[in-house]
């Protein structure tokens, strides 16, 4: 089992910044993928950015060049440095570790959201 406290959401003006942080605590497979996804009001949980166990990135194109992820695999903490932000960015940000395990499927853990608001 794994279990994710994040941390780091709030009220924000439109071109400001946030860091979200994720600690994780319990197993993690060597072989891992740790990220973000956000929802909206009345939209779908969607991807925002994740990074795997090797440290290769991915990200929604609506956040390329202005969202950074990144994670210390000491702390089993992954973050995302949120910049220029946007009020289309308003959602509650979910952290999400998937374990990768040999002759089984993926297991999905989820943090317990956070909001992050973007208005003047």
């Known amino acids: 089992q794994v279990q994710l406290v994040e941390s780091g959401g709030g009220l924000v003006q439109p071109g400001g910044s946030l860091r979200l942080s994720c600690a994780a605590s319990g197993t993690i497979f060597s072989i891992n993928r740790m990220g973000w996804f956000r929802q909206a009001p009345g939209k779908q949980r969607d991807l925002v950015a994740v990074i795997s166990s090797g440290g290769s990135t991915s990200y929604v194109d609506s956040v390329k060049g202005r969202f950074t992820i990144s994670r210390d695999n000491s702390k089993k903490t992954v973050y995302l440095q949120m910049n220029s932000l946007k009020p289309e960015d308003t959602a509650v940000y979910y952290c999400?570790?998937?374990?990768?395990?040999?002759?089984?499927?993926?297991?999905?853990?989820w943090g317990q959201g956070t909001q992050v608001t973007v208005s003047s």
């Open positions: 999400n570790v998937r374990n990768y395990g040999s002759g089984i499927l993926p297991v999905d853990y």
